[in-house]
């Protein structure tokens, strides 16, 4: 249903999804937007600070050449970005303290690249319906446990080598989470993209971006939502500071947390109380003695690890400073997750010598196998719009930035 074009919209959150609609629904001719914030600048999980001078990303960090929707942001707003410049093989091990010896002899190697480019590339042709967006139309088999499904196809050593860009960045363990997210992350236009290396990085930060589309909308920052009731075709929204109405509402929040707020119907509480998130934790530091360069331990690649390190940053090789990130489940403590990266740091030779900053991610929206399974995905995708009230963000498709906005894009093209 197309609407006139002075409607209302109000759409809860600052960062990439909720700045793309906002941008899709401007650029149709919508010229009555207002964007909720809560904190006090754009960006969400694109989150990038300076230092001595210098960028660092505590959230997203690069994206590829085949993200279309971003590089499109990035060549309208005219915002820096450049080649990520790879180094050597990046696994360490903590029982030696160096890069893990090559496990893939000449035979293997053949066999990995043979697994990728005859049997991964021919299911990803085998489950089309995967890379559309949203996750609502996936194929069945694609609901089953990343690792199951690729026992089941043969594809180990593809499993192996993929790991260290899931787990290592944050989304959890092959055991835990449904091939689907895996295969939309790790699509063939992606692969093609890491393979040419066609990787950047945004040299002045990547939030940088999203303050910079940020400026063009009505933003209202550091809001905090009180009560938003939705009642014959009017939304009534209070915030701290005033009383808003809207005809549509756009959602790219958590959305189990608009329970405290907003008059959720039995279907939205059903499905919400369904999402699961990983901690994802980003610690910048000052190391000492650490290696020069980007690396992942897979030896922390496990559930029974949660907790600890699982991949380090290193932005600039002529400074001290790396990010650390940690992937846990809420369930550890920030003793107990520091201790483990001093553990760790040392494991490898370095030693901590200060932590700038510490930020705490509520990552990967997601559902599990039995709940793909229930239907998740296709009863959120039948209650958009009830109540004029839409549903975006990473959790719709999958956490990536360019994901994120995909979805976004797409659903105002799809209802406006
Ligand atoms: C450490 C880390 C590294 C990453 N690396 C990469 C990477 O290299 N490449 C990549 O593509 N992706 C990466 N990602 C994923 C990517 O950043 C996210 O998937 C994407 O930015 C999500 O955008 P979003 O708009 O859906 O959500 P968010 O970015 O979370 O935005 C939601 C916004 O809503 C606001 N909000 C929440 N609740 C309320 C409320 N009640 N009222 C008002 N506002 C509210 C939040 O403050 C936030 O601004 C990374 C993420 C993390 C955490």
Known sequence: MKKSKDTRFIIIGAGAAGLTAAETLLNKGYTNVIILEKESFAGGKCRSVEYEGRSYELGAGIISANNKTIMDLVEIYEVPIKPVVFGQDNLFDLETGGVCPDTLSFPDKFSFFWQLLLRYHRLLLQFPK?????????????????????????????????????????????????????????????????????????????????????????????????????????????????????????????????????????????????????????????????????????????????GHPVFWYKRYTDTNIYTLYVLSDFTVSDAAMFHNIEECISKLGGSLIKVEQIVKWKYFPHVDTQDMQDGFYPKLESIQGFNNTYYLGELLNFSTVELSAVYAKNLVERFF
């Not at 209202?220 to 915030?239: C, G, H, L, P, Q």
């Open 130 to 306: 995967v890379q559309e967006p949203g996750l609502a139309q996936c194929e069945l088999e694609l609901f089953d446990n990343f690792h199951h499904w690729a026992k089941m196809n043969n594809i180990p050593l593809v499993e192996d080598k993929f790991e260290r860009f899931f787990t290592g960045f944050g989304y959890g363990y092959w055991e835990e989470v449904p091939a689907a997210y895996t295969l939309k992350y790790n699509d063939w236009a992606s692969l093609v993209s890491y393979m040419r290396r066609a990787i950047y990085i945004f040299p002045e930060g990547i939030q940088g971006l999203w303050k910079k589309i940020a400026d063009r909308h009505k933003v209202f920052y550091n809001t905090s939502i009180k009560r938003i009731a939705r009642k014959e075709n009017v939304i009534t929204i209070d915030t701290d500071k005033q009383q808003l109405r809207a005809d549509v509402l756009m959602l790219t929040c958590p959305l189990e947390e608009t329970f405290c707020f907003m008059d959720t119907t039995k279907a939205e509480a059903e499905l919400f109380s369904k999402i699961k998130y990983t901690e994802y934790i980003t610690y910048l530091c000052r190391l000492e003695n650490f290696p020069n360069q980007t690396g992942f331990i897979p030896a922390h690649f496990s559930p029974s690890k949660k």
